[in-house]
Protein backbone atom coordinates (compact mmCIF):
# COMPACT_ATOMS: atom_id res chain seq x y z
CA UNK A 1 0.00 0.00 0.00
CA UNK A 2 0.81 3.38 -0.47
CA UNK A 3 2.26 5.61 2.58
CA UNK A 4 3.26 8.86 0.85
CA UNK A 5 1.81 11.13 -1.07
CA UNK A 6 3.85 13.82 -3.04
CA UNK A 7 3.80 16.92 -4.67
CA UNK A 8 4.54 18.35 -7.42
CA UNK A 9 5.00 15.30 -9.62
CA UNK A 10 6.95 17.00 -11.51
CA UNK A 11 9.19 20.01 -11.26
CA UNK A 12 10.95 21.94 -13.65
CA UNK A 13 13.62 24.41 -12.63
CA UNK A 14 16.75 26.35 -13.47
CA UNK A 15 19.98 25.99 -12.53
CA UNK A 16 20.85 27.84 -9.44
CA UNK A 17 17.39 28.09 -8.33
CA UNK A 18 15.87 26.28 -5.35
CA UNK A 19 13.90 23.10 -5.78
CA UNK A 20 10.76 22.22 -2.83
CA UNK A 21 9.16 18.39 -2.63
CA UNK A 22 6.27 17.96 -0.01
CA UNK A 23 5.42 14.29 1.35
CA UNK A 24 1.75 13.42 3.40
CA UNK A 25 1.42 10.43 4.93
CA UNK A 26 -0.76 8.52 7.10
CA UNK A 27 -0.19 6.74 9.68
CA UNK A 28 2.36 6.79 12.47
CA UNK A 29 5.59 6.17 11.60
CA UNK A 30 9.08 6.09 13.22
CA UNK A 31 11.14 7.65 11.09
CA UNK A 32 10.72 8.85 7.00
CA UNK A 33 13.15 8.98 4.69
CA UNK A 34 13.98 10.80 1.40
CA UNK A 35 15.99 8.73 -1.73
CA UNK A 36 17.04 10.38 -5.50
CA UNK A 37 16.76 7.72 -8.24
CA UNK A 38 18.56 8.18 -11.53
CA UNK A 39 16.59 7.40 -14.63
CA UNK A 40 16.36 3.57 -14.04
CA UNK A 41 18.75 2.79 -11.26
CA UNK A 42 19.40 2.18 -7.87
CA UNK A 43 17.99 4.44 -5.28
CA UNK A 44 20.27 6.79 -3.17
CA UNK A 45 19.63 7.53 0.39
CA UNK A 46 19.70 11.51 1.07
CA UNK A 47 18.51 11.80 4.77
CA UNK A 48 16.83 10.04 7.26
CA UNK A 49 14.61 12.49 10.05
CA UNK A 50 13.31 10.57 12.82
CA UNK A 51 10.16 11.18 14.26
CA UNK A 52 11.04 13.22 17.32
CA UNK A 53 13.11 15.74 15.09
CA UNK A 54 11.67 18.70 13.20
CA UNK A 55 14.53 20.00 10.89
CA UNK A 56 17.58 18.26 9.18
CA UNK A 57 20.09 19.31 6.97
CA UNK A 58 22.64 17.67 5.04
CA UNK A 59 24.50 19.67 2.74
CA UNK A 60 22.59 21.89 0.09
CA UNK A 61 19.22 19.53 1.59
CA UNK A 62 16.91 20.57 4.00
CA UNK A 63 14.31 18.27 5.36
CA UNK A 64 11.42 19.00 7.94
CA UNK A 65 9.07 16.93 9.33
CA UNK A 66 5.61 18.20 10.82
CA UNK A 67 3.96 14.92 12.25
CA UNK A 68 1.43 16.81 13.41
CA UNK A 69 0.37 17.27 9.52
CA UNK A 70 1.61 14.23 8.59
CA UNK A 71 4.04 15.72 6.45
CA UNK A 72 7.34 16.33 5.46
CA UNK A 73 9.54 18.41 2.96
CA UNK A 74 12.71 18.46 0.56
CA UNK A 75 14.28 21.62 -0.11
CA UNK A 76 17.28 21.09 -2.27
CA UNK A 77 18.91 24.75 -2.46
CA UNK A 78 21.53 25.90 -5.60
CA UNK A 79 20.13 23.19 -7.59
CA UNK A 80 22.43 21.60 -10.65
CA UNK A 81 21.76 19.81 -13.50
CA UNK A 82 22.95 16.78 -12.00
CA UNK A 83 20.43 16.89 -9.71
CA UNK A 84 17.76 16.08 -12.34
CA UNK A 85 16.32 12.95 -10.85
CA UNK A 86 13.18 11.52 -9.43
CA UNK A 87 12.62 11.95 -5.14
CA UNK A 88 11.02 10.13 -3.27
CA UNK A 89 9.67 10.04 0.71
CA UNK A 90 9.85 6.44 2.15
CA UNK A 91 7.87 6.45 5.72
CA UNK A 92 9.27 3.45 7.86
CA UNK A 93 7.76 0.87 9.55
CA UNK A 94 9.59 -1.06 12.26
CA UNK A 95 8.84 -5.20 12.41
CA UNK A 96 10.64 -6.77 14.80
CA UNK A 97 13.44 -6.15 16.43
CA UNK A 98 15.42 -5.52 13.30
CA UNK A 99 14.82 -3.95 9.45
CA UNK A 100 13.06 -0.66 8.40
CA UNK A 101 9.63 -1.68 6.15
CA UNK A 102 10.02 1.55 3.78
CA UNK A 103 6.66 2.30 1.92
CA UNK A 104 7.32 4.85 -0.63
CA UNK A 105 5.24 7.44 -2.00
CA UNK A 106 4.54 8.25 -5.68
CA UNK A 107 7.70 10.26 -6.60
CA UNK A 108 8.47 13.63 -7.93
CA UNK A 109 10.26 14.06 -11.13
CA UNK A 110 12.45 16.79 -11.07
CA UNK A 111 14.17 18.34 -13.97
CA UNK A 112 17.04 20.98 -13.62
CA UNK A 113 17.88 23.08 -16.77
CA UNK A 114 20.87 24.45 -16.98
CA UNK B 1 32.73 -0.78 1.13
CA UNK B 2 28.97 0.26 1.18
CA UNK B 3 28.03 -1.18 -1.67
CA UNK B 4 25.24 -3.76 -2.69
CA UNK B 5 25.91 -5.50 -5.79
CA UNK B 6 23.10 -7.05 -7.81
CA UNK B 7 23.24 -9.54 -11.35
CA UNK B 8 22.84 -9.41 -13.96
CA UNK B 9 21.88 -5.62 -15.04
CA UNK B 10 19.30 -7.19 -18.08
CA UNK B 11 17.45 -10.22 -18.17
CA UNK B 12 15.19 -11.25 -20.82
CA UNK B 13 13.17 -14.21 -20.36
CA UNK B 14 10.50 -16.39 -21.73
CA UNK B 15 7.14 -17.35 -20.05
CA UNK B 16 8.52 -20.92 -19.29
CA UNK B 17 12.30 -19.80 -18.36
CA UNK B 18 13.84 -19.98 -14.62
CA UNK B 19 15.84 -17.63 -13.84
CA UNK B 20 17.52 -16.45 -11.11
CA UNK B 21 18.39 -12.39 -9.60
CA UNK B 22 20.96 -12.33 -7.29
CA UNK B 23 22.69 -9.78 -4.83
CA UNK B 24 25.34 -9.25 -2.43
CA UNK B 25 26.21 -7.28 0.02
CA UNK B 26 29.52 -7.14 2.36
CA UNK B 27 28.56 -4.49 4.70
CA UNK B 28 27.52 -7.10 7.87
CA UNK B 29 23.73 -6.33 7.12
CA UNK B 30 21.17 -8.12 9.08
CA UNK B 31 18.55 -7.27 6.65
CA UNK B 32 17.89 -7.35 3.13
CA UNK B 33 14.78 -6.69 1.01
CA UNK B 34 13.13 -7.11 -2.97
CA UNK B 35 11.64 -4.81 -4.09
CA UNK B 36 9.58 -4.53 -7.77
CA UNK B 37 9.36 -1.02 -9.48
CA UNK B 38 7.16 -0.61 -12.61
CA UNK B 39 7.71 2.05 -15.16
CA UNK B 40 7.39 6.24 -13.23
CA UNK B 41 5.93 3.93 -9.97
CA UNK B 42 7.44 4.08 -6.47
CA UNK B 43 9.54 0.67 -5.79
CA UNK B 44 6.98 -2.08 -4.17
CA UNK B 45 8.34 -4.13 -1.20
CA UNK B 46 8.40 -7.74 -1.95
CA UNK B 47 10.21 -9.77 0.66
CA UNK B 48 12.30 -9.02 3.53
CA UNK B 49 14.80 -11.41 5.10
CA UNK B 50 16.06 -10.80 8.74
CA UNK B 51 18.80 -12.86 9.91
CA UNK B 52 18.67 -15.26 6.68
CA UNK B 53 14.73 -15.95 7.90
CA UNK B 54 11.81 -14.59 5.92
CA UNK B 55 10.21 -11.72 8.09
CA UNK B 56 7.98 -10.59 5.01
CA UNK B 57 6.29 -11.59 1.90
CA UNK B 58 3.66 -8.92 0.59
CA UNK B 59 1.56 -11.68 -0.69
CA UNK B 60 3.78 -11.96 -3.88
CA UNK B 61 3.08 -15.29 -6.30
CA UNK B 62 4.73 -18.05 -5.78
CA UNK B 63 6.35 -18.11 -9.34
CA UNK B 64 8.73 -15.65 -7.42
CA UNK B 65 10.86 -17.46 -5.00
CA UNK B 66 13.54 -15.30 -2.67
CA UNK B 67 16.04 -17.71 -1.03
CA UNK B 68 19.14 -16.10 1.76
CA UNK B 69 21.38 -18.80 1.89
CA UNK B 70 24.16 -16.56 3.99
CA UNK B 71 24.23 -12.82 5.41
CA UNK B 72 25.79 -11.91 2.55
CA UNK B 73 23.47 -12.98 -0.55
CA UNK B 74 20.24 -12.98 -1.61
CA UNK B 75 18.26 -14.44 -4.13
CA UNK B 76 15.05 -14.31 -6.40
CA UNK B 77 14.41 -17.78 -8.04
CA UNK B 78 12.14 -16.70 -11.23
CA UNK B 79 9.69 -19.16 -12.99
CA UNK B 80 6.83 -19.23 -15.04
CA UNK B 81 6.72 -15.43 -15.09
CA UNK B 82 4.02 -13.07 -16.79
CA UNK B 83 4.52 -10.15 -19.32
CA UNK B 84 3.23 -8.00 -16.60
CA UNK B 85 5.86 -9.32 -13.87
CA UNK B 86 8.38 -6.79 -16.44
CA UNK B 87 9.82 -4.59 -13.84
CA UNK B 88 13.37 -2.83 -12.44
CA UNK B 89 14.35 -5.70 -9.30
CA UNK B 90 16.28 -3.72 -6.41
CA UNK B 91 17.78 -5.56 -3.74
CA UNK B 92 18.38 -3.22 -0.68
CA UNK B 93 20.38 -4.04 2.58
CA UNK B 94 19.95 -2.30 6.50
CA UNK B 95 22.56 -2.92 9.38
CA UNK B 96 20.07 -3.33 12.11
CA UNK B 97 17.60 -1.87 13.83
CA UNK B 98 14.31 0.33 13.47
CA UNK B 99 15.37 3.79 11.97
CA UNK B 100 18.61 2.31 9.59
CA UNK B 101 19.40 3.77 6.14
CA UNK B 102 18.63 1.49 3.42
CA UNK B 103 21.20 0.66 0.91
CA UNK B 104 19.80 -0.16 -2.59
CA UNK B 105 21.90 -1.98 -4.99
CA UNK B 106 21.35 -0.92 -9.34
CA UNK B 107 18.63 -3.36 -9.89
CA UNK B 108 18.06 -5.81 -12.40
CA UNK B 109 16.31 -5.15 -15.56
CA UNK B 110 13.81 -7.90 -16.26
CA UNK B 111 11.80 -8.34 -19.47
CA UNK B 112 9.60 -11.01 -19.70
CA UNK B 113 8.64 -11.96 -23.31
Known amino acids: SQQGEEDPQALSIQEGENATMNCSYK?????LQWYRQNSGRGLVHLIL?????REKHSGRLRVTLDTSKKSSSLLITASRAADTASYFC??????????????FGAGTILRVKS | DTEVTQTPKHLVMGMTNKKSLKCEQH?????MYWYKQKAKKPPELMFV???????INESVPSRFSPECPNSSLLNLHLHALQPEDSALYLC????????????FGPGTRLTVL
Open chain 1, 90 to 103: ATGEAFEAYGNKLV
Open chain 2, 92 to 103: ASTRTGRADTQY
Open chain 1, 49 to 53: IRSNE
Open chain 1, 27 to 31: TSINN
Open chain 2, 49 to 55: YSYEKLS
Open chain 2, 27 to 31: MGHRA
